[in-house]
């Protein structure tokens, strides 16, 4: 399988695609003026603590103030604000924690007024990103993301992924990171770290701490609001997340953006270089590589699927439900439960790509077609959690129920991602209100007027809808001959489907289109005006 990262430059920010074998599978758009992003550390104020959410509301210079609630403010939390607090006051002090006295934890059922006060200053990171009317929810449990660990300041525990199944790699590893990692860090060993030699690990390592240290010597001199730490742009931290041996070419339009991806691919994967492309076609980035056309195809409220089938994804405050159709595929199979499965199965991979296309989030409840067979019902769960695999936020598949739904719950930590894919309405250019239609005819026959005898114009051209082409055209004595016998000019009326019914056009006798200005839009126009002016 191909994978492919192409990042397009914009004004607003990069547009970034995520191709597997050509196909869309995951979109982003990071905004330049996101100053709030997964990651970022801040030095907060306290503004109100909340004793019956057991939580505070942490002011970091968003509109609205941030989230902090107690689970996340981690057992060390004292030892933190201790911390920060001898940072600010003594400029001196050390980025190592080496000789730094630990507090006494806090209890897990504590209260939060006990821990924080209002206008203390303390040091927070955001979990998630501000949604909908919500603002940013935050933890004290600080982390610094690296390729292949988690650098944890103010703890000691090494831990690794579950998803390294080997009791024999995870012992390595965790002997490895124990040997080199410096006191009071703690360190969590990603999933990538498998295989992985201690130089490659020890480098990592050795960023995570310069980027700490880079803080602390911001933290002394920071204000309130302040970004001590700020967390990657989109594309370098999805570099980070996922690039590895399977991954064929990175291609960027910008010059600049480039040339700043080359330099953090030399910092964590020299040998990936050589996959890294600028591209300076003339045709725009997303539309070479026909990830324009399946955005607009893909982002819509319906999604059509392998078979004939099709989606239907409707979004709430509280949840997503996305119902699967087997439109014109009923035909295809030999009785009612083999279509449902085939239609399921091939929904089921649709679905998992589209939680990761759109970025949802939340609870996702999946209407599935209803299939009597308990078995065949296994079958699209297996390959919902298959396909789910590839999916880097945390997840939970539940079984389909009696009722043919299956729940998904779906990390969400930033909002979810939404391209307007209609367009507006040619003929009411939006407005959802079109002329009069009874009026056509009479606004016709004053433009043919106006052209015939006061612009002296000849052999002219009617373009029409053709139930108005057949309105003038038929009949003895058609309103086409009428106009011949009044003005001895001949009207060629010609139909077009194209046209709605209210739209016409008028060809000259060299072929070029006359430009038509209503009669009746001018008498809308100035009775609006008279309005206004009322």
Same mark, same amino acid.
């Given at each position: 399988?191909?994978?492919e990262?192409?990042?397009?430059s914009?004004?607003?920010?990069?547009?970034?695609?995520?191709?597997?074998d050509?196909?869309?599978?995951e979109?982003?758009?990071?905004?330049?003026?996101?100053n709030?992003?997964?990651?970022?550390?801040?030095?907060?104020?306290?503004?109100?603590?909340?004793?019956?959410?057991?939580?505070?509301?942490?002011?970091?210079?968003?509109t609205k103030?941030a989230?902090?609630?107690?689970h996340?403010?981690g057992?060390?939390?004292?030892?933190?604000n201790?911390?920060?607090?001898?940072v600010?006051?003594?400029?001196?002090t050390?980025?190592?924690l080496?000789?730094?006295?630990?507090?006494?934890?806090?209890?897990?059922?504590g209260?939060?007024?006990?821990v924080l006060?209002?206008?203390?200053?303390v040091?927070?990171?955001?979990?998630?990103e501000?949604?909908?009317?919500?603002?940013?929810?935050?933890?004290?449990?600080?982390?610094?993301?690296?390729?292949?660990?988690?650098?944890?300041?103010f703890?000691?525990t090494?831990?690794?992924?579950?998803?390294?199944?080997?009791?024999?790699?995870?012992?390595r &590893?965790?002997?490895?990171i124990? +040997? %080199?990692?410096p006191?009071?860090?703690? #360190?969590?060993?990603? =999933?990538? $770290?498998?295989?992985?030699e201690?130089?490659?690990?020890?480098?990592?390592?050795?960023?995570?701490?310069?980027?700490?240290?880079?803080?602390?010597?911001?933290?002394?001199?920071?204000?309130?609001?302040?970004?001590?730490?700020g967390?990657l742009?989109?594309?370098?931290?999805?570099?980070?997340?996922?690039?590895?041996?399977?991954?064929?070419?990175?291609?960027v339009?910008?010059?600049?953006l480039?040339?700043?991806?080359k330099?953090?691919i030399?910092?964590?994967?020299p040998?990936?270089?050589?996959?890294?492309k600028?591209?300076?076609?003339?045709?725009?980035?997303?539309?070479?590589?026909?990830?324009?056309?399946?955005?607009?195809? &893909?982002?819509?409220?319906?999604v +059509? %699927?392998?078979?004939?089938?099709?989606? #239907?994804i409707?979004? =709430?405050? $509280?949840l997503?439900?996305?119902?699967?159709?087997?439109?014109?595929k009923?035909n295809?199979?030999?009785d009612?439960?083999a279509?449902?499965?085939?239609?399921?199965?091939?929904a089921?991979?649709e679905v998992a790509?589209?939680?990761?296309?759109?970025d949802?989030?939340?609870?996702?409840?999946v209407d599935?077609?209803?299939m009597?067979?308990?078995e065949?019902?296994?079958?699209?769960?297996?390959?919902?959690?298959?396909?789910?695999?590839?999916?880097?936020?945390k997840?939970?598949?539940?079984?389909?129920?009696?009722?043919?739904?299956?729940?998904?719950t779906?990390?969400?930590?930033r909002?979810?991602?939404?391209?307007?894919?209609?367009?507006?309405?040619?003929?009411?250019q939006?407005s959802?209100?079109?002329?009069?239609?009874?009026l056509? =005819?009479d606004?016709?026959?004053?433009?043919i007027?106006?052209?015939?005898?006061?612009q002296?114009?000849?052999?002219i051209t009617l373009?029409?809808?053709?139930?108005?082409h057949?309105?003038?055209?038929?009949?003895?004595?058609?309103?086409?001959?009428?106009?011949?016998l009044?003005?001895?000019?001949?009207?060629?009326?010609?139909?077009?489907?194209?046209?709605?019914?209210t739209?016409?056009?008028?060809?000259?006798?060299?072929?070029?289109?006359?430009?038509?200005?209503?009669?009746?839009?001018?008498v809308?126009s100035?009775?609006d005006?008279?309005?206004?002016?009322?």
């Amino acid at each position: 399988m191909s994978n492919e990262l192409i990042i397009n430059s914009t004004q607003d920010g990069e547009r970034i695609a995520l191709l597997q074998d050509k196909r869309l599978v995951e979109y982003h758009f990071d905004r330049n003026d996101t100053n709030y992003s997964v990651g970022d550390i801040f030095l907060g104020t306290v503004k109100k603590v909340m004793p019956g959410l057991n939580a505070a509301f942490i002011d970091i210079g968003y509109t609205k103030d941030a989230f902090l609630h107690y689970h996340d403010l981690g057992e060390n939390i004292k030892t933190l604000n201790k911390y920060v607090k001898t940072v600010q006051t003594q400029k001196n002090t050390s980025a190592k924690l080496n000789q730094i006295k630990f507090e006494p934890e806090i209890d897990k059922l504590g209260k939060m007024a006990d821990v924080l006060k209002k206008g203390q200053q303390v040091l927070v990171q955001i979990v998630k990103e501000p949604i909908s009317t919500k603002g940013p929810r935050l933890s004290c449990e600080i982390s610094l993301a690296g390729r292949y660990l988690v650098l944890v300041p103010f703890s000691n525990t090494v831990s690794v992924s579950k998803k390294i199944v080997s009791k024999e790699e995870r012992t390595r &590893l965790k002997r490895l990171i124990t +040997s %080199i990692k410096p006191e009071n860090f703690g #360190v969590i060993i990603r =999933t990538v $770290a498998e295989g992985r030699e201690v130089a490659e690990l020890d480098k990592d390592l050795r960023t995570m701490l310069t980027t700490w240290e880079e803080g602390i010597a911001a933290l002394r001199t920071a204000k309130e609001r302040d970004k001590v730490i700020g967390e990657l742009g989109r594309s370098s931290s999805m570099l980070r997340d996922i690039l590895n041996e399977s991954f064929d070419s990175i291609v960027v339009d910008d010059e600049k953006l480039h040339n700043e991806i080359k330099t953090y691919i030399e910092t964590i994967a020299p040998d990936k270089l050589k996959i890294l492309k600028h591209y300076t076609g003339k045709v725009k980035t997303f539309e070479h590589f026909n990830i324009e056309k399946q955005l607009k195809s &893909l982002f819509g409220k319906t999604v +059509s %699927i392998p078979g004939g089938g099709y989606l #239907v994804i409707e979004h =709430t405050e $509280a949840l997503h439900v996305v119902d699967v159709n087997s439109g014109n595929k009923s035909n295809s199979e030999t009785d009612q439960e083999a279509t449902a499965l085939n239609v399921n199965l091939t929904a089921a991979k649709e679905v998992a790509r589209q939680l990761r296309l759109r970025d949802l989030g939340g609870i996702i409840v999946v209407d599935f077609i209803d299939m009597k067979s308990a078995e065949n019902r296994q079958k699209v769960q297996d390959v919902v959690k298959e396909e789910m695999k590839k999916d880097r936020s945390k997840y939970t598949v539940l079984p389909i129920s009696k009722f043919g739904l299956m729940q998904i719950t779906r990390q969400r930590v930033r909002p979810e991602q939404n391209i307007v894919t209609g367009e507006v309405c040619p003929t009411c250019q939006g407005s959802g209100k079109i002329s009069a239609s009874i009026l056509v =005819t009479d606004e016709i026959d004053q433009t043919i007027e106006d052209l015939l005898t006061r612009q002296n114009q000849k052999n002219i051209t009617l373009y029409v809808h053709p139930f108005l082409h057949a309105y003038y055209t038929k009949g003895f004595i058609s309103k086409q001959r009428k106009w011949f016998l009044k003005h001895f000019k001949w009207v060629n009326v010609v139909k077009d489907t194209a046209l709605a019914l209210t739209d016409f056009k008028v060809m000259d006798e060299h072929g070029d289109e006359i430009e038509l200005k209503s009669a009746y839009s001018e008498v809308n126009s100035l009775q609006d005006r008279a309005v206004e002016t009322e």
